[in-house]
């Protein structure tokens, strides 16, 4: 009778868009107790717009935007597109951009280093932030993510990037709520801005400024406090909480190599879907016994 009731399970959640990829998730969603979610692209759109524009006394944010868009222009995260799109006219020769995981890119334009990324990203290399310290303040007070920019050792411009909450956010943490569990929010971004995206969803948890590994050092941290965690991710550095997670569940609109990392599949995007997978698994549990 095993598994005769877990296929209905799988079946029955297929058609509301939840896909277990493996049937044995069914059961290990039941014992979950916190479901920990990713913000940007998972619980927010992932379509970040800049919305604020500073530059250095004597700096022009939007000459300065011009080398960043062209130094972006082959990255993958959302504050790139953002970036890209508010910049208009002609665009710098770049060259040599360098990645530098959770923390934005490395580029040479005209000769000078250029610096794209975080806070903590200008401080590990040597930039004196104190130009604009009052900017940043102000950005995060808004809970604008902050992306600062250096140019040849220089602290140049900083620019707000905001990325609104998805729709159902708020519907899916009260249904899980409702449910009797914890709900966390893990991120890359700010903690100032993870605080202030978790306090308007009514998120009980939230830990911002996590490089990609200690995301899943986090997980494993609720797990030991509150007992097993399931993971919600889209992004390429979601992949590894996903797979650490008693339960990874994967945002179906997100990165393939999530996608590939998660035992249920959230086809459409829809985070309501969490609620819906964990319903099912209650259910078809409660059947077998
Ligand atoms: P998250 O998606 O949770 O924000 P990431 O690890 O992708 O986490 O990024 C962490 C932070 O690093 C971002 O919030 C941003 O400040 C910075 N960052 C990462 N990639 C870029 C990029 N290409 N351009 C500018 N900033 C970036
Ligand atoms: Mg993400």
Do not use: W
């Not at 004597?58 to 222009?73: K, Q, W």
């Not at 953002?82 to 995981?101: F, N, Y």
């Not at 899943?216 to 797990?223: K, M, P, S, V």
């Amino acid at each position: 009778a095993v598994p005769v009731s877990i296929l209905a399970g799988t079946g029955r959640a297929a058609e509301l868009g939840v896909l277990f990829r493996r049937g044995d998730a069914l059961q290990r969603l039941e014992g979950v107790r916190t479901i920990v979610f990713d913000k940007t692209g998972t619980l927010t759109e992932g379509a970040p717009t800049l919305v604020s524009r500073h530059a250095v006394s004597g700096g022009d944010p939007d000459e300065t935007l011009r080398a960043v868009a062209a130094a972006e222009a082959g990255s993958e995260h959302p504050i790139a597109r953002a970036l890209e799109a508010a910049s208009d006219g002609p665009r710098p020769a770049v060259s040599a951009v360098e990645s530098v995981t959770g923390r934005g890119l490395r580029a040479r334009v005209g000769g000078d280093e250029l610096l794209v990324g975080s806070p903590r990203l200008m401080e590990e290399s040597g930039i004196d932030l104190a130009p604009l310290a009052d900017a940043l303040e102000a950005v995060e007070a808004r809970a604008e993510t902050p992306v600062l920019v250096a140019r040849g050792g220089r602290l140049a411009a900083l620019y707000g990037v905001a990325d609104p909450v998805k729709p159902s956010a708020k519907e899916a943490i009260d249904a899980l709520h409702g449910a009797g569990l914890r709900v966390a929010l893990l991120s890359g971004d700010r903690p100032r801005v993870a605080e202030a995206v978790a306090r308007a969803l009514g998120v009980d948890e939230a830990r911002g400024g996590l490089l990609p590994a200690d995301k899943t050092e986090a997980l494993a941290d609720i797990a030991r406090e509150h007992g097993p965690v399931a993971f919600v991710g889209d992004g390429i550095n979601d992949a590894p909480a996903l797979a650490a997670a008693e339960v990874g569940l994967a945002i179906g609109t997100g990165t393939d190599i999530a996608i590939e990392a998660g035992d249920v599949v959230l086809v459409s995007g829809d985070v309501t879907g969490v609620a819906t997978a964990r319903e099912v698994s209650h259910r078809t549990m409660a059947n077998i016994r």
